[in-house]
């Protein structure tokens, strides 16, 4: 997937011009929203859930490198094999080397925004090796050819006249707009896809440490199909999302689905542990769990903006952000997007790449109210942002403050300082009111403010000032 994260204010610019996308995001906006609060609203403590699901990802991250050690221990007990990717280089290449040992020349894929961040579609392909997407939203945009737009619901940003415009191009089917007849049509195409695939491969929700499971949910019974048809089944898993055991699962699959689609439950929840066993009758003969970091260790060694790793994926911070409501998720040019995106990507892209991201926010704080994992959004955005201009900052910006700390610890050098600025302040404060900013050549942020004239010193005025108190008591 192409990266255009630093194209951010274009993009999101085309985005407003188009009114059809403005009306299917005004849609998702209210449709989530409203769904979220119907599976929340059967919840005796909505706050204290969200409290709990947090203090497990809390958990988790403090003894990750405990728990995937033991992660990995179970999953080999269980039959399955173990990898651990440094970058997208090194689990592309994994996931090609397994599929390549195997004589694969089809993969069926379930939905998983991993898989999108390190291209493994692209990976394969260049390999010769045919990948089938299965979710219908990601079946969609892979006709299309074109990235998701939104983390559960990749093809959000199409509407129904599309769909079956493109459906009639690419399957060759009779143009229609009914969406039974549009999904039986994808299903049709999908059938064989499955039956012949060689490799599946996922991503996991989760995965449970103490029983070596991944953990995957689903509503169209796709992943199903893909973890137990193929041969061979590959989960690629980021590092952050083990948890240590099914007690800590069953919490934040309480949260997830809700948070998502305001379901109690997705319609199929999926523990796989290791391949097919003997006596099973479904199953891969193979199950291999890739355990990619790509920039996750790093965050995790931050204690500012580590809380970002709690994030359980549920889109719930997209679908109330009103500039991803606006914007649509494409603008924000990579697999994340949104509020969790704005942080996500400046972290795990080559740094500075994303940096217009942590700006694209309100900071109206609704994305911190729905996150199920309680993650300060806003919090972690100010101190991007803060980042980003410290280092964007030049020589006066980064001297000014600096020579002010040191005259705020000596009295004497405040005094003589203040005194010799009080002039050039008067100064640039006239010019900016008669239009002419200064500023503007140091920052652009001064262009239309108007300098503060400095005041005497309080400390010069307090005799004048205590003398009239004491009059006047
Ligand atoms: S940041 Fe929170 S609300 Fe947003 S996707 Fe992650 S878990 Fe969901």
């Known amino acids: 997937m192409k990266v255009r994260v630093h194209k951010f204010k274009s993009l999101a610019t085309q985005a407003l011009e188009d009114q059809r996308l403005q009306d299917t995001l005004q849609r998702i906006g209210e449709t989530f929203r409203s769904r979220r609060e119907a599976g929340f609203s ?43 990717a440094r970058n997208a280089r090194e689990a592309n290449a994994m ?39 299965t979710d219908l939203g990601e079946f969609i945009i892979q006709l299309a050819g074109e990235p998701p737009s939104h983390i559960i619901g990749p093809a959000l940003h199409k509407n129904k006249k599309e769909i079956a415009l493109l459906f009639a191009q690419e399957l060759n089917i009779p143009y229609t707009e009914n969406a039974q007849d549009l999904t039986m049509a994808a299903r049709e195409a999908l059938r064989n896809r499955f039956l012949k695939a060689d490799m599946g491969i996922t991503g996991a929700n989760m995965a449970v440490a103490e029983t070596g499971s991944i953990v995957l949910v689903e509503n169209e019974g ?14 690629v898993m980021g590092i952050e999302k083990v948890v240590q055991g099914i007690e800590d699962m069953v919490t934040l699959l309480e949260v997830l ?32 769990l890739i355990l990619l970091d790509n920039g996750r260790s790093n965050i995790l060694t931050d204690p500012e903006l580590r809380e970002i790793l709690y994030c359980i994926r549920c889109g719930a911070c997209l679908n109330v952000c009103p500039v991803y409501l606006k914007a649509g998720g494409h603008s924000y040019g990579w697999v994340y997007s949104g509020p969790m995106g704005s942080v996500l990507s400046p972290l795990l892209l080559p740094h500075g790449l994303a940096r217009q991201l942590p700006f694209a926010s309100t900071l109206c704080g609704a994305c911190k109210e729905v996150c199920p994992v309680k993650i300060d959004l806003p919090r972690l955005l100010l101190n991007l942002r803060a980042r980003f201009e410290q280092e964007k900052a030049g020589p006066p910006q980064r001297l000014l403050p600096a020579l002010y700390s040191q005259a705020a610890l000596h009295p004497t050098l405040f005094r003589l300082s203040t005194a010799a600025l009080r002039r050039p302040s008067s100064f640039l404060h006239l010019m900016d009111k008669k239009g002419v900013s200064v500023g503007r050549f140091f920052s ?21 000032l205590a003398q009239e108190l004491r009059r006047k008591t």
């Open 42 to 84: 059967v919840v005796q403590d909505p706050e204290k859930l969200r409290q709990n699901a947090r203090e497990v990802k809390e958990r988790a991250l403090s003894q990750l490198p405990q728990l995937l050690d033991l992660l990995e221990k179970q999953v080999v007990a269980a039959g399955g094999r173990v990898y651990r």
């Open 257 to 288: 689905a809700r948070s998502a689609t305001g379901q109690q439950l997705s319609v199929y929840t999926s523990i796989i542990t290791g391949p097919r066993h003997e006596g099973e009758l479904d199953g891969p003969e193979e199950f291999h």
């Open 444 to 464: 652009p942020w001064a262009k239309g403010r108007v300098f503060p004239r400095m005041k005497e010193p309080f400390s010069s005025r307090w005799p004048d």
């Open 222 to 235: 796709n992943i199903r199909f893909c973890t137990t048809l193929p041969r061979i089944h590959i989960a």
């Open 95 to 133: 996931v090609v080397a397994i599929a390549q040992r195997h004589g694969v020349s089809s993969v069926v894929k379930g939905k998983s925004m991993i898989t999108e961040e390190i291209a493994v579609n692209t990976a394969l392909e260049k390999h010769g090796i045919q990948v089938w997407e």
